[in-house]
């Protein structure tokens, strides 16, 4: 094994290791020879280990991994059939030569057989793309290799950002290439710039190979473009404008719907249509179209071309191939009377009491279901007042409730919440776009409502959710986040909330535990990534575990998943156990490829509910559904007599009293000046509430309209009330500011917003120059897109905005004049579908440049080939493996070795040769020092002994010596005696008691204390 140095520069750490030697050599002088010898040598270890740290040595090896990623290009231009491809053979890959077999397919059946005989260190990962791009199969040795197949990711074609994507997902430690099978007609970005780019990963640019879907269009035909004048005087006749190009000319009939109603272009002849013939390059057709007095006109033309036989004896369409790019879209405004838009909640769309009533006053009422709500602010238009009767939160996708908070506070329209079982809390809207505008407050106070629900989320997060839900570039896990996000955001703050997610095993990622911060919560749960495979089992035993350990009126688990659970046979017994404990258990299975039989037995024996959602984008509608069936209904059933709370609001004014209602929505008044609630229960929660929010009105009445209100119904005051209401939140005509006028327009996928503002002023018209100019523009696909209009001429303002989407947009311009708001302009442009399919040529000099940029080769979409994995010409890869994970754990080791040689004197210890040399110089020290203290002894004898003499010494007795020691010990207590503080007294025992225990200890101890001789040990 190699080993590579990224920062040789820190090596010169190295040249102080020399001085740290001899350093440690006179500092450590007074250690043995041994204990300085190892010191120094840890030192330098130390030194030379920590140098490497910072120098970043890493292991290298070479790799033979090798991965090969597809970029397929599924945008519109190539969902043609394969019979109409150029130099393509339909046999030589397996597919019919006549039948439905398209371009996807011959690219479908080219990956298959390429990648057949790969070997084991072979990779395969698949990019899809066309306007956007993503990751449908990561790099991966499985032997089948697929992708979701369905609509385009987006309108257009980016090969840019695809490549990039691809490149990017060749994994660090692996060789590889790129496949791109495109036609090479991109709408967007720069594909060869991103072939001439290097990487900057430290190794050469992955070549790209090109797989050409050739193909031209002798025979097509298509609108290219419809214009109609933004605004009409009601009344009036609007001129359409249809252009239609084609190659080599066409006959057909051409179709203009009005608010999809078909206008008669033919008077006097069968059919609404106009019969046309198209001559090549183009034709031009205007057509008048009388306006009625609605106020909104979505105009849809629609060419439909004859049909005509071959001298072959097929029948084909008359100078066209592709129909998916003969319609173009386009509106007019007018100033006509608004309406009511009733969103019956109680009877389907079917209308009711209410919706009769409110026609019976002379209000013209549209009444549809929660679901068919107009999902824009130009289908909102038409209608003053807006009116949700019992309609629960999911009924209402969060782009709509968008566009009705807008339609509201910008456009001046009314709004009127009406209760009953699933509307308010209990509709799950705590959370909602909906809530900042209502006129009450839904989170209830603890005496109204007590903790009672525990709910864990067990959420399948497995590699199969990574798959992107076609036509958006979100996964099924982005979707299943958000769902489950949204969910935890309308429960209450006391309930307690747990999310569980599995692969092949669990992951706890919020224990069950109070929702004290629901928007904490739910921004954890938009953090899930999915990987692995599917196991359910030990997921939900751990939601019961928990479950088990907490008391609350209700428990329940909500198990999601899209695909078949190892061991899914024993679910149905887990959820039966957990259901004798008191725990439900709901289940939505996600997708075709879901265990729905599972799950829906899972449920059934969990006592819960199964939901099976095969369109991913209706799974937020049905989380926040499985959410409100578990949520305890936030409703009193019980009859009550309304009371005035407060005087002056124009809703009841007339009204001297309210008869009996028999339920309500629990709710608690807004803390808002602004805010009048009238009405209230005899226990003080709003009846009915509303204020103003900005340039429109929402009220909110708790109870509902049927009923509840039976008592009520058959009165007078019921119709009187609800007709005062409805006029009195409608939307009055808005002024319009003279001479401010907006318009859009598209052009090359661009959306140009502009607003001229020129007011009459004293017989001429003067600009209004430096307004501060904002817009909201509502895409196609239900997002919105913020914009800033800046000046570019006197009274103009301009801005631009992506219109890639095909489709309209609305566009909402908000001028300000001094911090005051003048009236908004509502206007927009459609841009006309299937750009993509009015592609006439593939661009294959495109695709050959990208080749020859990055060093790959083309390839021919009929010749696949086994050769992808050839190695030859490209650099193995050089997988370094960074040292610091064995050198950082060495590093820690040597310095508490450094540490320990200097702080603990082992040298006595560890060897027995060691310990020796100090036996034997000890004994030599005793030695010297006997031979000394005779030598000594010897001198003061001869000074002591008489010249010529010999000295004989007394003989002292037993007496002699016990006397002498005695005078010594007294010398010493004298002297300690003499320098010492004096002893404090010892406390005796009480006159009258026995002195015992520990005042005799005490004392006992003092006096021997104070006999002890001072230089014996105490």
């Known amino acids: 094994m190699d080993y590579r140095i990224s920062h040789p520069e820190y090596l010169w750490a190295a040249a102080v290791i020399a001085p740290v030697v001899l350093l440690s050599v006179r500092v450590f002088a007074s250690m043995s020879w041994a204990r300085r010898a190892s010191s120094a040598a840890l030192r330098v270890v130390l030194l030379g280990l920590i140098g490497l740290l910072l120098a970043g040595l890493s292991s290298v090896r070479t790799t033979d991994t090798f991965a090969v990623i597809f970029a397929v290009d599924t945008s519109g231009s190539v969902r043609r059939p394969a019979s109409t491809l150029m130099n393509f053979d339909a046999a030589r890959v397996g597919l019919p030569v006549v039948g439905s077999a398209t371009a996807l397919d011959a690219a479908r059946a080219f990956i298959d057989a390429s990648t057949a005989a790969r070997g084991p260190d072979d990779l395969v990962g698949v990019v899809v793309f066309g306007g956007e791009s993503a990751a449908a199969m990561s790099p991966s040795r499985t032997r089948r290799v697929e992708w979701p197949d369905g609509a385009p990711l987006s309108e257009g074609t980016d090969i840019e950002r695809a490549l990039r994507l691809a490149r990017a997902m060749i994994p660090p430690d692996a060789a590889g290439r790129v496949v791109l099978i495109s036609d090479g007609a991109q709408t967007q970005g720069d594909a060869l710039a991103e072939a001439r780019r290097s990487p900057s990963r430290g190794r050469g640019p992955a070549p790209i190979d090109v797989v050409p879907i050739e193909y031209r269009s002798e025979a097509e035909t298509f609108i290219e473009s419809v214009d109609a004048p933004p605004r009409a005087a009601a009344g009036s006749t609007a001129r359409v404008r249809v252009v239609i190009a084609t190659t080599r000319g066409s006959t057909g009939t051409l179709t203009l719907l009005d608010e999809g109603r078909p206008v008669d272009l033919s008077p006097g002849e069968p059919g609404a249509g106009l019969a046309v013939r198209v001559n090549p390059p183009r034709e ?47 509106f007019t405004l007018t100033p006509g009377a608004g309406a ?58 969060t782009g709509v409730q968008r566009a009705l908070v807008s339609h509201v506070r910008d456009m001046g329209a009314g709004l009127v919440l009406v209760g009953g079982p699933d509307a308010f809390g209990a509709g799950g809207w705590r959370g909602s776009e909906l809530e900042p505008v209502m006129p009450v407050a839904l989170d209830l106070p603890d005496k109204v409502m007590t903790p009672e629900i525990a709910i864990i989320f067990v959420m399948d997060n497995s590699g199969s959710m990574a798959w992107h839900v076609m036509g958006s570039m979100r996964s099924q896990q982005d979707i299943a986040n958000e769902s489950a996000a949204q969910a935890i955001r309308t429960l209450d703050r006391r309930d307690l909330v747990g999310v569980i997610t599995f692969n092949e095993s669990y992951s706890v990622l919020i224990p069950l535990s109070v929702n004290e911060d629901p928007e904490a919560n739910a921004a954890r749960v938009t953090g899930i990534s999915p990987n692995g495979g599917t196991n359910a089992g030990p997921a939900l035993r751990e ?46 299975s996600m997708g075709d490829q879901s265990d729905s039989d599972t799950m829906r037995a899972v449920a059934g024996q969990g006592g819960g509910v199964h939901y099976h959602v095969l369109n991913p984008s209706v799974l937020p509608r049905v989380f926040l559904k499985a959410v409100r069936v578990v949520r305890s209904p936030m409703i009193r059933e019980s009859p009550f007599t309304p009371r005035l709370a407060q005087a002056g609001s124009p809703l009841i004014a007339g009204f001297s009293g309210f008869p009996p209602l028999n339920g309500l929505v629990l709710t608690r008044a807004r803390p808002e000046p602004t805010v009048l609630t009238p009405l209230v229960s005899p226990e003080g929660e709003p009846v009915l509430a509303h204020w103003q929010v900005e340039l429109g009105q929402v009220a909110a009445f708790t109870s509902d309209a049927s009923e509840w209100a039976r008592p009520w119904i058959e009165r007078p005051e019921y119709g009187a009330f609800w007709a005062q209401a409805a006029r009195q939140i409608s939307r009055t005509a808005l002024a319009g500011t003279p001479g401010v006028e907006g318009s859009a327009s598209i052009a090359d996928g661009v959306l140009t917003v502009r607003l001229d503002a020129n007011i009459p002023s004293e017989g001429r018209t003067m600009a209004l120059d430096g307004l501060d100019v904002s817009a909201t523009v509502y895409t196609p696909v239900g997002t919105t897109r913020s914009l800033a209009l800046r000046q570019t001429a006197p009274g103009r303002y301009e801005g631009t905005a992506p219109a890639g989407e095909p489709g309209t947009f609305v566009t909402l311009i ?109 004994a030599a020290e005793l030695e010297d020092r006997s ?18 003499g010999s000295y004989t010494p007394p003989v002292l007795t037993e007496q002699d010596a016990r006397s002498l020691a005695k005078a010594a010990a007294d010398r010493r207590r004298a002297a300690a005696m003499a320098t010492a503080t004096p002893p404090k007294p010892v406390p005796r025992a009480p006159s009258g008691e026995p002195e015992a225990g520990l005042w005799a200890a005490k004392r006992r101890a003092r006096e021997r204390f104070g006999d002890a001789p001072p230089d014996e040990p105490r």
């Not at 079917?350 to 602010?377: H, Q």
Request: hydrophobic content about 40%; cysteine-free; glycine content about 10%.
């Open 284 to 330: 031009v057709f205007q057509l008048d179209v009388p306006l009625d007095g609605s106020r909104v006109h979505r105009f849809r033309a629609v060419y439909e071309p004859d049909t005509e036989a071959t001298p072959e004896g097929r029948v084909v369409l008359s100078g066209d191939t592709l129909t998916q790019n003969n319609t173009g879209e386009a």
């Open 340 to 397: 009511v838009l009733l969103v019956d909640g109680v009877n389907g769309g079917k209308g009711g009491t209410l919706s009769s009533t409110l026609r019976r006053s002379g209000l013209e009422v549209d009444v549809v279901a929660p679901e068919a709500v107009p999902a824009d602010l130009l289908g909102l238009q038409p209608y003053d007042l807006v009116v949700l009767e019992n309609v629960p939160a999911e009924a209402v996708p």
């Open 543 to 588: 939601a019961e575990r928990q479950l088990e350990r907490v008391s609350s009126k209700t428990k329940h688990v909500i198990l999601l998943s899209d695909g078949r659970s190892t061991n899914s046979e024993r679910l149905p017994e887990i959820a039966r156990s957990m259901e004798s404990k008191g725990i439900k258990v709901s289940a939505i």
């Open 814 to 922: 908000k001028p300000t004049r001094g911090g005051q708001r003048l009236t908004p302009v509502l206007t927009g442009a459609s841009g006309v579908g299937g750009a993509e399919y009015r592609r006439l040529e593939s661009d294959r000099p495109l695709l050959e440049q990208i080749a020859g940029a990055s060093g790959g080769v083309v390839r021919a979409l009929d010749a696949p080939t086994g050769n992808l994995f050839d190695r030859g010409g490209i650099k193995p890869i050089e997988a370094l493996a960074p040292a610091w994970r064995w050198l950082l754990p060495w590093t820690l080791l040597v310095l508490i070795l450094d540490i320990a040689t200097r702080r603990v004197a082992w040298d006595r210890w560890v060897s027995d040769e060691f310990g020796q040399g100090l036996a034997s110089r000890a």
């Open 931 to 948: 031979s000394r203290a005779a030598a000594t002894l010897s001198s003061l004898r001869g000074r002591a002994e008489p010249a010529g």
